[in-house]
């Protein structure tokens, strides 16, 4: 009976340990979260694509602009946010502490591109199979 009984406290100190090591390393990462904004009028930009820098985490902004990047070691990273027809931004020096939430405000500029002009030309075939075709109104 005895030798049955140290079996089970083994077994649970086992498990014990096994369940607070992985606690405790669960709760060493930070999370990166903020809005995107236009700089000219302020409103939020639903789609920016907000990356750590040189990595391929990141997120999508919602349809409020928010943006939230979980799960980020502690430390000191770049972030780079990118939109179509927005000039991309960088914010260096986010600091990730564990446990935390790291705010980061991001305000892109719109970057228009004037295009030259396109001028569509075309001939007309008058003598096809196709073009005999009269279609009834």
């Known amino acids: 009976m005895e030798m049955c009984n140290l079996k089970i406290r083994r077994a649970f100190l086992i498990f014990f340990f096994m369940v607070s090591a992985s606690i405790a390393l669960l709760g060493q990462t930070g999370t990166i979260e903020g809005i995107a904004t236009d700089k000219k009028n302020k409103e939020t ?4 694509m907000v990356t750590i820098d040189g990595t391929t985490i990141g997120a999508m ?9 979980p799960n980020i070691k502690p430390g ?10 927005y000039s991309p931004m960088i914010v260096e020096d986010v600091v990730v502490r564990e446990n935390n939430t790291t705010k980061v405000g991001i305000v892109l500029e719109e970057n228009a591109v ?13 003598n096809t199979d196709v ?7």
């Open 45 to 48: 930009l639903p789609g920016v």
């Open 61 to 69: 902004a919602d349809p409020d602009g928010h943006f939230v990047i």
């Open 76 to 85: 000191k990273y770049r972030i780079k946010a990118s939109y179509i027809s």
């Open 114 to 126: 004037t295009l030259q002009e396109v001028k569509i030309t075309g001939i007309r075939k008058t």
């Open 131 to 137: 073009s005999m075709i009269n279609v009834p109104e």
